[in-house]
């Protein structure tokens, strides 16, 4: 997790896609993985990871944003609006 500016947070995040449930793990204070269901084509599992991240921290989808990453399984995401 990186701190930003006015309720922003970055974390770092490992997706694993194809997995038989979806989850969130916390692996350290820096980085997160993150278990979809969908399979890593045409964004299905960038986008399930957004839903699976934002019920996690009880945001809305909105609020997460990948930064860096979009086609590799280690992202960066914004988080805004976050209350930690």
Known sequence: ???GRKNR???????????RKSGVE?????????????PPSKG???KEM?????????LPPSRLR????QNSRRKLVLVN???E
């Open 1 to 3: 997790m990186i701190l």
């Open 9 to 19: 947070i970055y974390l770092n995040v490992v997706v694993q896609p194809c997995s």
């Open 26 to 38: 916390k692996k350290n204070e820096a980085e997160y993985k993150v278990r979809v269901v969908a």
């Open 44 to 46: 299905k599992a960038n």
């Open 50 to 58: 957004i839903e699976v991240l934002a019920s996690h921290f009880g």
């Open 66 to 69: 990948i930064v860096r990453g």
């Open 81 to 83: 609006g976050a209350n």
